[in-house]
């Protein structure tokens, strides 16, 4: 399986959102709603405050329990990836992927109430390029590449930095990462 | 201090500001399912023991409600579906690490075990319709099929009746994402509530003496059992990790704190075993159509306030600063 990640430098993100901007663009997604945010995290007692941006989306768990709960199949994994789509033809709109998220990363998007989420634009990955959120970001805090490649970007960062990855107590394995 | 904010847009519909998936079409199909699984499993149980003669209700008639309860729980849990014309999707595949997928094929297999069940009693618990039946050949022989093994379906059926009681649990606690449903011992509290929710229908319409008599000791034993579980769950949770301890706060003092105490565990099975004991031992019947009703509300309250608590049991957790009316309110200023 070829594992995709994504690594975010939480020290040069400035929490901009311009990532959320580019994939409600790239992706068409509708007002109100969004496959991604950015969390502003505090920490301390004032005065000695830390402050951490990180922008979050579905982290293409390499064990989706999105995927393990779909009662149809609609919930699956792209081409031996671990990127997690949804087919809309196979979609009850039952929900039971809402539920098993444990990061709240999946919404009903569309008005005929089939599940949409993030897709770590796989029709760009398909064709070589970053995500929109990434190739947008202006900062350059966002890196996307395969862990299964020791030369990638995201393979040297996360063996030189510091990181980490949301609640990985849930058991399913992340693939987004964040340096500290 | 930790604070985590939302600090760009997010009002993802059903997820924001707190998961609200399935609301009382998934409770009121959880309810029927266990209540179906009762009815089918005390039918069927009559039948094995040879209990015609002290519970004919429930030995030739009570089996035709389960197909009733079925249906109307598929109706309301078709209600909650989004994307209601890809239904059929269930049906084209099996997805083995699907608790979902199982009970759509489990629904599936009931349906035909209970016709089975039902024909088996048919002309015993509703001669008039069975007469038609007889007038043709084929009803002739169906019926006459069923009733020469009316035992063996019956042993079928248990089985069947289990699975479809427990799996309406496992549903709910197979999800880890939701901690508070997330218990082994869920699966078996609602297979023992749905047996109890059915025991109490059978004194509620039973009319012979002796099978309400039977049928009101049977449902104080589980509404008894029923108290352990619950105990346990609750032992379960307060002894699990960090989300499983916040979880439990949602019923000890958190927002479903009276619905869970008052309106399941007092009112659906305390007072109504509380009325069961005093029927039982002679001292007070005059309440005694109270208690089935009570026993039939506890079972819906416990489906209602586990679902609605779980959705608020999570991991994640952010404050919003977004204020989903602005939008609304840049629509009316700029048609």
């Known amino acids: 399986m070829t594992r995709f990640a994504m690594v975010i430098d939480t020290r040069t993100c400035i929490g901009c959102g311009d990532c959320v901007v580019a994939c409600k663009t790239e992706n068409h997604v509708p007002e109100g709603l969004n496959r991604d945010w950015v969390v502003e995290a505090t920490r301390g007692t004032y005065p000695d405050l830390k402050t951490e941006f990180r922008s979050e989306r579905c982290n293409h768990c390499s064990n989706p329990t999105c995927v393990t709960l779909c009662p149809t199949g609609a919930s699956h994994l792209w081409n031996d990836t671990n990127i997690v789509l949804v087919e809309p033809g196979k979609c009850t709109g039952c929900k039971a992927c809402i539920a098993a998220c444990p990061y709240d990363a999946r919404l009903v998007m569309h008005p005929d109430g089939y599940i949409d989420k993030c897709t770590f634009c796989h029709h760009r990955v398909e064709e070589g390029l970053d995500p929109a959120c990434v190739s947008t970001c202006p900062t350059g805090c966002m890196h996307f590449g395969s862990l299964d490649d020791p030369h990638s970007k995201v393979s040297h960062l996360l063996k030189t930095r510091d990181h980490k990855v949301l609640k990985p107590e849930t058991g399913n394995d992340p693939n987004v990462y964040y340096l500290i | 201090m930790t604070e985590e904010l939302l600090v760009t847009a997010r009002d993802n519909a059903l997820i924001d500001p707190g998961l609200h998936i399935w609301t009382w079409e998934v409770a009121m199909y959880l309810f029927m399912g266990g209540l179906t699984a009762g009815i089918m499993f005390f039918a069927a149980l009559m039948t094995v023991r040879d209990k015609e003669h002290v519970a004919p209700f429930a030995a030739t008639r009570l089996a035709l409600l389960a197909p009733i309860a079925l249906s109307l729980g598929m109706t309301t849990l078709f209600l909650d579906l989004e994307h209601k014309m890809f239904v059929y999707r269930f049906y084209l595949s099996f997805q083995i690490t699907s608790p979902m997928s199982w009970g759509a094929w489990i629904l599936i297999v009931v349906y035909p075990i209970s016709v089975l069940q039902i024909l088996s009693t048919f002309r015993s618990g509703y001669p008039f319709f069975a007469s038609f039946f007889d007038k043709l050949a084929i009803g002739r022989f169906a019926l006459d099929w069923c009733e020469r093994n009316r ?144 026993v039939l509300f506890g079972g819906y309250a416990l489906r209602q306030v586990v679902l609605d608590a779980g959705q608020e049991s999570t991991w994640t957790h952010y404050e919003t600063q977004y204020n989903p009316e602005l939008l609304e309110r840049l629509h009316e200023e700029n048609p």
């Open chain 2, 151 to 294: 035992t063996a379906i019956a042993y079928a059926v248990i089985p069947f009746a289990v699975a479809l009681g427990i799996y309406t649990g496992i549903l709910l606690s197979a999800f880890g994402a939701r901690p508070f449903w997330n218990s082994g011992v869920l699966g078996l509290l609602f297979l023992v509530s749905g047996m109890s929710t059915a025991a109490a229908l059978v004194v509620l319409i039973a009319r012979q003496k002796s099978e309400k008599e039977l049928f009101t000791g049977l449902d104080l034993v589980l509404i008894l059992a029923e108290i352990a579980l619950v105990a346990l769950s609750l032992i379960s949770l307060a002894s699990g990790s960090g989300q499983h301890i916040d979880a439990l706060q949602i019923i000890l003092g958190g927002s479903y704190t009276i619905e869970f105490w008052v309106l399941f565990v007092g009112i659906g099975l305390l007072i109504p075993a509380i009325l069961e004991i005093l029927e039982i031992s002679g001292i007070n019947k005059s309440l005694a159509m109270l208690a089935p009703v009570l």
